[in-house]
């Protein structure tokens, strides 16, 4: 025993010096085996996490593959301009598909591909209406024709808000011509008062309700199945539509005055025209340059500051923008 022990205390100062090493490497095999007996508990973990790396590098690749194959910038725009009116009536179907799913009346988010909306913002850049409100809408176009056939006093004796009629000479427009005390009431309320989204034709509060002002402002909201001022949306997508379909009427108890379509065009919702508005007329030339520099179709007809411009203003789908036409009076 005692020749045991003095065996050790040899090789122990024989090699002192690697003693330390020694021990290093005890402390790290020993933490290797610790990892190893997590990842044989955990290996179902770990094998998840090894196939989500593969599906997302074969993606990657996938994706860098068709990013080599993509059209041609112009060529991409050039579709997407011929397209755009197949656009808009996708949207406009993704928004009703999704109205109905959800309950709930929406515009499309492209972050989560769930529309949202309001319908309570009269700004909206998409008026929607349900199947009653489009039932109500024809109800009140037919009411219209019979209206203007017996005479716009009948119809005014019945609504005492209405200042007149508004109607297209192809049929296209025709509706009542409602007047508030603000620009607010027959936004979300119809002729007869009652709460809808189709609103009413109205005209600015601060118009004069004979339509004798420089500017005469008209508002209407821009429904998707193309009632009210939906309509408009016609001369923008085909420039061509405005040659057959220029004319309209403003019918009051007192007559009738003919005006002629000559320029459209997109403007914010804070634009100054809205300004130039009742027995404000100071700007009428600046308002009228405005008109022939902006418009998105030259008719050559240019109206001078002596004439009876009518101003008929919609939303679009973007909430900062309006689409406004002016038409200019040729006939009483």
């Given at each position: 025993?005692?020749?045991?022990?003095?065996?050790?205390?040899?090789?122990?100062?024989?090699?002192?010096?690697?003693?330390?090493?020694?021990?290093?490497?005890?402390?790290?095999?020993?933490?290797?085996?610790?990892?190893?007996?997590?990842?044989?508990?955990?290996?179902?973990?770990?094998?998840?996490?090894?196939?989500?790396?593969?599906?997302?590098?074969?993606?990657?690749?996938?994706?860098?593959?068709?990013?080599?194959?993509?059209?041609?910038?112009?060529?991409?725009?050039?579709?997407?301009?011929?397209?755009?009116?197949?656009?808009?009536?996708l949207?406009?179907?993704?928004?009703?598909?999704?109205?109905?799913?959800?309950?709930?009346?929406?515009?499309?988010?492209?972050?989560?591909?769930?529309?949202?909306?309001?319908?309570?913002?009269?700004?909206?850049?998409?008026?929607?209406?349900?199947?009653?409100?489009?039932?109500?809408?024809?109800?009140?176009?037919?009411?219209a024709?019979?209206?203007?056939?017996?005479?716009?006093?009948?119809?005014?004796?019945?609504?005492?808000?209405?200042?007149?009629?508004?109607?297209?000479?192809?049929?296209?427009?025709?509706?009542?011509?409602?007047?508030?005390?603000?620009?607010?009431?027959?936004?979300?309320?119809?002729?007869?008062?009652?709460?809808?989204?189709?609103?009413?034709?109205?005209?600015?509060?601060?118009?004069?309700a004979?339509?004798?002002?420089?500017?005469?402002?008209?508002?209407?909201?821009?429904?998707?199945?193309?009632?009210?001022f939906?309509?408009?949306?016609?001369y923008?997508?085909?420039?061509?539509?405005?040659?057959d379909?220029?004319?309209?009427?403003?019918?009051?108890?007192?007559?009738?005055?003919?005006?002629?379509?000559?320029?459209?065009?997109?403007?914010?919702?804070?634009?100054?025209?809205?300004?130039?508005?009742?027995?404000?007329?100071?700007?009428?030339?600046?308002?009228?340059?405005?008109?022939?520099?902006?418009?998105?179709?030259?008719?050559?007809?240019e109206?001078?500051?002596?004439?009876?411009?009518?101003?008929?203003?919609?939303?679009?789908?973007?909430?900062?923008?309006?689409?406004?036409?002016?038409?200019?009076?040729?006939?009483?």
């Open positions: 025993m005692q020749s045991f022990l003095s065996k050790i205390k040899d090789f122990n100062n024989k090699h002192r010096k690697i003693a330390p090493f020694i021990i290093w490497i005890e402390i790290i095999l020993i933490f290797l085996a610790s990892i190893m007996k997590n990842i044989c508990r955990h290996y179902k973990i770990l094998l998840a996490v090894v196939v989500v790396l593969i599906v997302i590098g074969i993606s990657a690749r996938h994706l860098a593959s068709v990013e080599s194959k993509t059209p041609e910038e112009g060529s991409v725009v050039a579709a997407s301009e011929e397209m755009s009116v197949v656009e808009e009536a949207q406009e179907a993704t928004v009703e598909a999704s109205n109905e799913a959800s309950g709930e009346e929406s515009l499309i988010n492209v972050d989560s591909a769930v529309s949202e909306t309001s319908m309570e913002n009269v700004d909206s850049a998409v008026s929607e209406t349900s199947l009653e409100n489009a039932d109500a809408a024809a109800s009140l176009e037919s009411t024709s019979l209206y203007v056939d017996s005479g716009i006093s009948e119809f005014i004796k019945a609504h005492t808000e209405a200042v007149g009629w508004i109607k297209f000479e192809d049929d296209l427009i025709s509706y009542p011509i409602m007047q508030a005390e603000d620009n607010s009431k027959y936004a979300i309320e119809d002729a007869d008062g009652n709460d809808s989204e189709t609103g009413a034709i109205f005209l600015d509060y601060r118009s004069s004979d339509f004798s002002d420089s500017n005469t402002i008209i508002y209407g909201h821009n429904m998707r199945d193309r009632s009210m939906g309509a408009l949306k016609n923008k997508e085909d420039l061509g539509f405005l040659d379909h220029k004319y309209f009427q403003i019918i009051t108890p007192e007559g009738s005055g003919r005006y002629m379509l000559f320029a459209f065009m997109d403007v914010p919702k804070n634009s100054y025209i809205y300004d130039v508005c009742g027995d404000n007329t100071s700007r009428m030339r600046e308002f009228l340059d405005t008109i022939e520099y902006k418009t998105y179709i030259d008719t050559g007809i109206p001078t500051v002596d004439d009876k411009i009518i101003t008929l203003s919609t939303c679009t789908q973007k909430d900062d923008l309006f689409f406004v036409m002016f038409a200019v009076k040729v006939d009483d």
